[in-house]
């Protein structure tokens, strides 16, 4: 007899059709909840400090205001991605077979699946970090393994975690995040106009040769998302839903949260440590425990959709045994790693998955109008393949990043060509535009040479 409540979650493998049990409100309090992550207070130096040399070059101010429109652009993006999955019951990186070809997706497939592992593995590096500063030291390794143990757990049941976020811990959160904010303007928050750091230079202290800069930095963290939205969004009842709250709440909580990271850089003496601000306030250490503790929800995303985009490699293989495999991957790792080069991975994601999104958004609401062939031997589809690369060398010649070799290798490219990177100028804005752009006219020639 089978379990009437497997009807209810997400398939085992790539055979079994998705159940389209998400409501609105159950896809808000998930999205809403990846919105609000410890990163956005140990990152938010990255927006002030949007450059190589990690020196101050921004405002608090200007850093929300480059946050904000960042998180506002990448949030719509981060929509435009979701509703493909909610249409064609698909996950992210299957849904690419439509875009490239089957054999061709598995390109974007295995640096999604590169990408996922980073993410998953910083997140418990998160956790364990602040876990030792709230219980005031202890052994790291055992926050981490509790952690990568909660992580793994949560992805055997996905859609039963995802309803479990919205019925017990969206309020927990939510009061958490008010109770900072209150505590935070009684201590009476400092000029926001001033650059802590050597190079203001513009009104409210703004480099804004960097502004750009910083805003899709705040971007990329939005767009992270990008390549796993469809993953959950199969499961939605509605392409309406699934639009709203991927845009609509990831962007708010997202806003929340980075600028309480700000306000918390703000209010940061020399010695307080990256959460020293949360911990020193009245209740500080309760309020930030039910943070510490919902951040596994992060990883947990980052490794149930690493498990379903391996799927797209091996559609038969069981979800659960790759999750189970990929929570003690990430848990070595993250006891083995340090988040030394946070902002150079920021860049790599922006310059693969922004032009990405671009190609995708391009072909499937303008010339496939949401019908495409994602089964195993769908054709190779190169012209979207080069109009990803045009995009993604535009992204690099006006931000080649801070990523070693690959940067040495973009700024050579640009003394070749003469180029000069211009204030106003956006790597995601204008390379997402790009893409989607080649993307367009490939499909207009391709049209155009198909037999009638």
């Not at 020196?55 to 990448?74: C, K, N, R, Y």
């Not at 699934?242 to 850089?265: D, E, K, N």
């Not at 920021?346 to 990405?356: D, E």
Request: aromatic residues 12%; proline residues 5%.
């Amino acid at each position: 007899m089978s379990d009437p409540s497997a009807a209810h979650e997400a398939p085992l493998t790539l055979d079994q059709p998705a159940p389209k049990v998400l409501s609105f409100w159950d896809q808000s309090a998930f999205w809403a909840n990846l919105g609000v992550s410890l990163f956005a207070f140990s990152g938010a130096y990255t927006v002030l400090a949007p450059d190589s040399d990690h020196a101050l070059q921004l405002s608090i101010a200007a850093g929300i205001v480059a946050m904000i429109i960042g998180t506002v652009l990448g949030g719509l993006m981060l929509g435009l991605a979701a509703v493909p999955g909610a249409r064609t019951g698909k996950p992210a990186m299957v849904l690419l077979r439509g875009l490239f070809g089957a054999k061709l997706s598995y390109l974007p497939t295995i640096l999604n699946i590169a990408q996922l592992i980073g993410w998953g593995t910083f997140e418990l590096i998160v956790i364990g970090s602040a876990a030792e500063e709230l219980f005031g030291g202890g052994p790291r390794w055992l926050y981490v393994v509790a952690a990568g143990l909660i992580t793994t757990v949560l992805t055997i049941w996905p859609l039963g975690s995802v309803r479990m976020l919205r019925r017990f811990v969206t309020i927990g959160v939510v009061v958490a995040l008010a109770w900072f904010y209150l505590q935070f303007f009684r201590a009476g928050i400092p000029d926001l106009t001033i650059n802590p750091g050597p190079k203001g230079n513009g009104p409210f202290g703004v480099d804004w040769s960097l502004f750009w800069i910083a805003t899709d930095a705040a971007l990329a963290v939005s767009i992270s998302w990008m390549p796993v939205a469809a993953d959950y969004t199969r499961h939605s009842k509605s392409s309406r839903a699934a639009f709203g709250a991927a845009s609509g709440s990831y962007a708010l909580t997202q806003i929340v949260a980075y600028i309480l990271g700000l306000l918390a850089l703000a209010l940061a003496t020399g010695d307080s440590g990256t959460y020293g601000p949360f911990l020193h306030v009245t209740l500080g250490g309760f309020f930030f425990f039910i943070l510490v503790l919902r951040e596994a929800d992060q990883s947990f995303a980052n490794v149930y959709s690493t498990a379903v985009s391996i799927q797209n490699l091996w559609p038969r293989i069981d979800r659960r045994v790759l999750s189970i495999g990929l929570g003690v991957l990430i848990t070595v790792l993250a006891l083995w790693l340090r988040m030394d080069d946070y902002f150079g991975f920021l860049g790599l994601i922006g310059s693969v998955f922004v032009p990405l999104l671009g190609v995708l958004v391009a072909d499937f609401f303008l010339r496939a109008k949401g019908s495409w062939n994602t089964a195993e031997d769908a054709p190779s589809r190169w012209g979207m393949v080069f109009a990803w690369l045009v995009g993604l060398s535009v992204y690099q010649l006006i931000n080649p990043g801070a990523a070693g070799m690959w940067t040495r290798f973009w700024v050579n490219v640009q003394e070749a060509l003469g180029f000069t990177k211009q204030a106003w100028m956006s790597a995601s804005l204008l390379s997402f535009l790009a893409a989607g752009l080649v993307a367009w006219l490939v499909g207009r020639v391709s049209a155009a040479r198909a037999p009638r």
